[in-house]
């Protein structure tokens, strides 16, 4: 790991040599390339140089407890200072071994977050509403933009589906765990002899998909027109103002009709196909790696029961770590970080396992 971390350096001296060449400048997209790897190493190459430094201290301390002849207060002064120092060394070490992880490529991306109400009938719906509410709560407190891309209201506020993109540094690292199926229990607003019912919501994080990353071809696509439709507005079905693009290779079809401009649909709905078309091929890449798939908790079959709230007891069960909090209204008010915290080292643990 050492040999590596000097290759580490030595790249990230030179990447910031070359962040003052007028020749790299002036190419706009190799400059931001390197300023996003430079940004990337940094950490790292801090935490190796204060590796550095504490090993060196370590060194100078053993060195004079070896030589002895110390009077008794300054040998227990460096007794100490070699002891901090060694641990020092053993703490950092293992903070390189987390920094030198491959990093998930999309982490630092923006999310496209799609919720669907799955068993349940209206209750699923209220339910999908719930999580709209709990997510976008989340991003603000993060302060996160949200725009919503694609909705299906229902009359009782809920959702059959919303898919909505949350723009920020780092928004799907956070996000990424949320994938999955998500169980709720209990009575419903419509249950009249305070029965607790089951049913659940789906959640699919996306990472947004930029040009680069998929290239579409517009001959690949069908793109009808068609009359908005949903709950309640003055402006529905007066225009055909809604899109529905087919993604003819893969059959992938996005329908979006929030917008009163055809033209902003139409945007909105290329950037959940992309995605949508990014993440399928980054679903393929990882079946076929086993291994990594197992060590990963949040980015596995959607069809997988991630969570569990319980409103009775005001319980959240994540399923996948073991972890049960009795923190129910706040978490619903977007306080996600305990859980969110907690699968990220669950996840970060066994990546170590593997790569040890």
Same mark, same amino acid.
């Given at each position: ?11 990230? /001296? ?31 190459? /801090? ?8 090993? $060196? ?10 030589? &002895? ?10 007794? /100490? ?34 919720? =669907?109400? &799955? ?16 997510? !976008?709560?989340?991003?603000?407190? =993060? ?11 229902? /009359? ?29 229990? +209990?009575? #419903? ?5 305070? =029965? ?10 996306? #990472? ?21 439709? &949903? ?17 003819? #290779? ?23 196909? +992309?995605?949508?078309?990014? $993440? ?12 990594? +798939?197992? !060590? ?15 409103? #009775?007891? &005001? =319980? ?41």
């Amino acid at each position: 790991m050492l040999n590596k971390l000097v290759l580490v350096e030595e790249r990230f /001296e030179r990447v910031s040599e070359m962040l003052y060449d007028p020749a790299v400048i002036a190419d706009l997209d190799n400059y931001s390339a390197l300023l996003k790897e430079h940004k990337n190493l940094q950490p790292i190459v /801090e935490k190796y140089r204060e590796y550095k430094a504490a090993e $060196e201290t370590l060194k100078e301390s053993k060195s004079l407890l070896d030589e &002895g002849g110390l009077d008794k207060d300054f040998r227990e002064m460096v007794q /100490e200072e070699f002891e901090k120092a060694k641990e020092d060394t053993a703490r950092i070490y293992e903070e390189l071994k987390i920094l030198l992880l491959p990093k998930d490529p999309n982490d630092d991306k923006n999310v496209i977050v799609e919720i =669907r109400g &799955g068993a349940g009938g209206e209750e699923s719906a209220l339910f999908a509403g719930v999580l709209y509410r709990m997510y !976008s709560m989340y991003a603000e407190a =993060r302060r996160w933009k949200i725009e919503v891309l694609s909705s299906n209201p229902t /009359e009782l506020g809920g959702f059959k589906e919303v898919s909505f993109m949350v723009s920020g540094e780092g928004a799907y690292s956070r996000f990424k765990f949320e994938s999955g199926v998500h169980r709720v229990q +209990r009575v #419903p607003e419509t249950e009249t002899q305070g =029965r607790i019912h089951t049913s659940t919501a789906t959640v699919a994080v996306l #990472p947004e998909a930029q040009d680069v990353d998929v290239e579409i071809n517009p001959t690949d696509l069908q793109i009808d027109t068609f009359r908005s439709s &949903g709950a309640g507005g003055q402006h529905i079905n007066k225009t055909e103002s809604a899109i529905r693009i087919t993604h003819l #290779p893969t059959g992938t079809v996005v329908e979006c009709q929030d917008e009163r401009s055809q033209h902003k649909n139409k945007d909105k709905a290329m950037k959940i196909l +992309r995605s949508r078309i990014l $993440e399928a091929e980054r679903e393929k890449q990882m079946s076929s790696i086993a291994d990594e +798939r197992k !060590s990963q908790v949040g980015t596995g079959d959607r069809s997988e029961r991630i969570r569990t709230y319980n409103y #009775p007891q &005001g =319980r959240i069960s994540d399923h996948r770590i073991g972890l049960t909090i009795y923190k129910l209204e706040q978490f619903l008010n977007g306080a996600l970080d305990e859980v969110i915290d907690a699968l990220i080292t669950y996840d970060t643990a066994e990546k170590l396992k593997s790569e040890s």
